[in-house]
C-alpha cells in the first residue's frame, strides 16, 4: 500500500499536493477552544458543516452570554454556528449578537425571563435560513 502512495505523490507536482491538502483542511467543522465556550458544549457536524451550541440550563446571565457570544465571533478559524440553545438560563433579553450569526437555523431562548423588547435586526437572517426561534 505505502509503495502505491510515494508514487502518487512523487507524481504530483509540489504545488498540487499542497492544493489537495488544502481542500481536504477546508472542509473539516471546527468549534472553538473549550474556553471559549465554557459551560456550555460545542458539536461539530460534518453533515452540516456548521456547529451547535448547547448553553441549555448552565444558569447564564446576559453578561456572560455576551461574552461567549464576543468570544466565540473573535476565534479564528471557526466553522459557522448553526444551532444555538439558550434555554433554561437567567436571560432577560435578547443578546445583540444574535444578528451576527446570519447563518443560524435554530435559537432556543424559552424558559428565561426576557422582559426587554427585541433590539430591531436582531433576527434579521437575509438569506432566510432561521428555520425555527423559540422564545
Known amino acids: 500500500m505505502y509503495p502505491h502512495f510515494l508514487?502518487?505523490?512523487?507524481?504530483?507536482p509540489a504545488s498540487m499536493f499542497c492544493f489537495f491538502s488544502f481542500l481536504i483542511l477546508e472542509a473539516a467543522v471546527v468549534c472553538p477552544p473549550?474556553?471559549?465556550?465554557?459551560?456550555?458544549?460545542?458539536?461539530?457536524?460534518t453533515s452540516t458543516g456548521a456547529i451547535k451550541l448547547n448553553c441549555f440550563n448552565k444558569n447564564l446571565g446576559d453578561a456572560q452570554v455576551n461574552e461567549l457570544l464576543d468570544a466565540f465571533l473573535a476565534t479564528p478559524?471557526?466553522?459557522p454556528l448553526l444551532n444555538l440553545d439558550l434555554t433554561?438560563?437567567?436571560?432577560?433579553?435578547?443578546?445583540?449578537?444574535?444578528r451576527l450569526y446570519p447563518?443560524?437555523?435554530?435559537?432556543?431562548?424559552?424558559?428565561?425571563?426576557?422582559t426587554s423588547p427585541?433590539?430591531?435586526?436582531?433576527?434579521?437572517?437575509?438569506?432566510?435560513?432561521?428555520?425555527?426561534?423559540?422564545?
Open 7 to 12: 508514487i502518487f505523490k512523487a507524481i504530483l
Open 77 to 79: 478559524g471557526v466553522s
Open 88 to 98: 433554561t438560563n437567567k436571560l432577560t433579553r435578547v443578546p445583540d449578537q444574535i
Open 34 to 45: 473549550t474556553a471559549v465556550y465554557e459551560p456550555c458544549s460545542c458539536s461539530e457536524s
Open 118 to 135: 427585541v433590539g430591531k435586526g436582531s433576527f434579521n437572517f437575509t438569506d432566510g435560513t432561521a428555520s425555527d426561534i423559540c422564545l
Open 103 to 114: 447563518e443560524l437555523n435554530y435559537i432556543s431562548l424559552s424558559s428565561n425571563n426576557i
